[in-house]
């Protein structure tokens, strides 16, 4: 059984940064395809970012700098780095992650079998 568990979260002013992590473990073979969604207040989940299993990233609009993903392979940790946040970046946040999802369809929360319980990001001033 693969279990996800987010780390990061929190409450930062406009402008400010906060670093997310999620940890896969409880699986065996090849690694995992990972990506991380938004859920604002009200709104569907949304896909923010994603890495696959041999490290191509993929983004949800315009980066601007302001969104990395990276992952620590070793220990099937994926982190997103949020820079410059803004109020509409806030939201709860989920790690996902499959064994096998589409290139050009890893935004659909669909392709997704394993999920993380959320970590809460909000932005305030």
């Known amino acids: 059984q693969v279990v996800l568990v987010e780390s990061g979260g929190g409450s930062v002013q406009p402008g400010g940064s906060l670093r997310l992590s999620c940890e896969a473990t409880?699986?065996?073979?090849?690694?995992?395809?990972m990506a991380w969604f938004r859920q604002p207040p009200g709104k569907r989940r949304e896909g923010v970012a994603a890495?696959?299993?041999?490290?191509?990233?993929s983004y949800a609009g315009p980066r601007s700098g302001r969104l990395t993903v990276s992952r620590e392979h070793a220990k099937n940790i994926l982190h997103l780095q949020m820079n410059n946040l803004q109020p509409e970046d806030t939201g709860m946040y989920y790690c996902?992650?499959?064994?096998?999802?589409?290139?050009?369809?890893?935004?659909?929360?669909?392709?997704?079998?394993?999920w993380g319980q959320g970590t809460q990001v909000t932005v305030s001033s």
């Open positions: 890495m696959s299993s041999d490290g191509r990233t």
């Open positions: 996902a992650a499959s064994a096998f999802v589409g290139v050009s369809t890893w935004y659909r929360d669909t392709e997704y079998n394993y």
């Open positions: 409880g699986f065996t073979g090849s690694s995992l395809c």
